[in-house]
């Protein structure tokens, strides 16, 4: 006689939280009723196989420090059961980022865990504060109207795009209060910062490594002070700031380095572009 033994299911629901210079692993429990622990492994994203699996006790949370902040890293979690089978893998990514303040209209502050829970709580008035560091990004970001996004200086705030196709940062606003974003460097993005209808202030802002740096469209009103936009080598097609039909006031801005136009503007009657003392 034989008998069959099958592997437990895998644990569900796997979400890890980022955190500062960590994250927070949870999950729902296998639905197999034998299991003994779960077990994770690292790697950082897209670096080649997981390290080894270490145990993470047998229900969660779990703190996993020592990460670097801004840095992508891939999260693999077991559920072994009480005779040392393993289930499947279920994977899923987290980048590390320090805390963010909200500083609302009213004078309160929050401390939010990223970027993109910030924003999500933000409206009209309302500051968010990026301390120093470096922060990573899985997808772009909704700068929400009205809204300040400011960091702790151009050279120690850091976003970083990490080669996506698209704008890491869009404002779309309908009701005409001003979207700023402030003392950051943006790079590594398909665009830095696209103002799409919006109105967007950007001053004391490196886009560093952008296909292009800004991108204003459909009747944006857009004023640029203070930016500069640098590639590391000469990317083709790359264009610094690109207006079309927009109302823009671009002065004391840098482009060095572009592949295709410093400044494009493609004015219509709707429209109208005004450059001052720009390098």
Do not use: K
């Not at 009480?82 to 303040?101: D, H």
């Not at 999500?120 to 120093?132: E, H, N, Q």
Request: charged fraction near 10%; aromatic fraction near 6%.
């Amino acid at each position: 006689s034989f008998s069959v033994t099958f592997a437990p299911a895998p644990p569900t629901s796997f979400s890890p939280v980022p955190g500062d210079g960590s994250a927070v692993l949870t999950w729902s429990a296998s639905p197999s009723t034998d299991i003994d622990h779960y077990e994770a492994a690292i790697r950082i994203s897209g670096s080649g196989p997981f390290g080894p699996y270490l145990p993470l006790g047998s229900v969660p949370p779990f703190l996993w420090g020592g990460l670097t902040n801004g840095l992508s890293y891939d999260f693999s979690i077991i559920a072994v059961d009480t005779t040392g089978l393993a289930s499947a893998a279920v994977e899923a990514t987290v980048i590390p980022m320090p805390p963010v303040t909200l500083e609302d209209s009213g004078g309160g502050t929050t401390t939010y865990p990223s970027i993109e829970a910030a924003l999500a709580s933000a409206s009209s008035g309302d500051t968010v504060r990026l301390p120093a560091g470096t922060f990573g990004f899985l997808g772009g970001l909704a700068l929400p109207e009205g809204v300040t996004l400011v960091g702790a200086g151009s050279r120690l705030t850091i976003l970083d795009g990490r080669g996506m196709a698209g704008a890491l940062l869009t404002v779309a606003s309908t009701l005409g209060d001003t979207a700023q974003l402030e003392d950051v460097t943006v790079l590594n993005a398909g665009i830095g910062l696209q103002v799409d209808g919006g109105v967007a202030l950007s001053q004391h802002v490196v886009f560093l490594d952008c296909a292009t740096g800004v991108s204003a469209i459909d009747g944006a009103d857009v004023e640029l002070a203070g930016i500069t936009v640098v590639w590391s080598s000469v990317l083709p097609g790359s264009i610094g700031v690109d207006l079309q039909d927009s109302l823009s006031l671009i002065h004391n801005i840098l482009v060095s380095g572009a592949g295709l136009y410093g400044i494009r503007a493609d004015v219509l009657a709707a429209s109208s572009t005004t450059l001052r003392y720009n390098d």
